[in-house]
């Protein structure tokens, strides 16, 4: 008989940043200071280079993969037990990453761009078919990069179980008064990966 190892899930959960943005950003820190599980918080190389612009996502994606792997060894987790997610443009990098194979037990998705501002048809939807994670989105219901219905037509495409929380009156910066109701939202959602009850 092969022995099981208990693993904590999500051992750890890995942050990335936005398209305009970096590590720094003030809800990435505050999810790290006062999260209950390790968060790793990463810069995407343009970011590091000083670059204003983003590299292409294949690009984005290599990096985040080698983050993975930097952020696992250091805090002492199984990669495979990770948790991922981000603002913006980052959270839409973990979830393509997990689409193509990515392993991971959860996807937070902080205002995730679900189209560029005022181009409705570019829509950024194309893997959730590959999506199989429990899959937390929070936005703005102000946010001009998806509206709730907008977001209601696309996430039944998402394999795994899904959670919506709208954010009322904010847009796709959430002020900071938003920040501990966002957390406790990021919160509850990792316990109930911990607990196999993800809705």
Excluded at 40 to 63: C, N, Q, S, T, V
Excluded at 70 to 92: H, I, K, N, W
Excluded at 118 to 132: I, Q, S, T, W
């Amino acid at each position: 008989m092969t022995a099981v190892r208990a693993v904590t899930v999500p051992s750890a959960l890995l942050l990335t940043h936005g398209a305009g943005g970096d590590s720094s950003h003030r809800l990435l820190v505050a999810l790290q200071e006062q999260l209950e599980l390790p968060v790793w918080r990463m810069d995407f190389p343009y970011r590091k280079a000083g670059r204003g612009f983003p590299d292409r996502a294949p690009k984005l994606i290599e990096a985040l993969l080698t983050e993975v792997e930097v952020a696992s060894d250091t805090l002492g987790v199984d990669p495979e037990s990770m948790a991922f997610g981000g603002r913006s443009m980052g959270g839409r990098i973990c979830s393509m990453a997990m689409a193509q194979g990515m392993a991971a037990v959860g996807l937070v998705a902080l205002s995730y761009p679900l189209h560029p501002v005022g181009k409705p048809d570019r829509l950024r939807v194309e893997h959730f078919g590959d999506l199989a994670v429990p899959t937390l989105f929070v936005s703005g219901d102000r946010d001009p990069f998806g509206t709730p219905d907008e977001f209601a037509a696309h996430v039944g495409a998402i394999a795994g179980p899904v959670r919506q929380y709208w954010l009322k009156g904010q847009g796709h910066n959430p002020k900071p008064e938003c920040d501990r109701e966002i957390i406790g939202v990021v919160a509850e959602f990792l316990s109930s990966l911990k607990a196999g009850t993800a809705l």
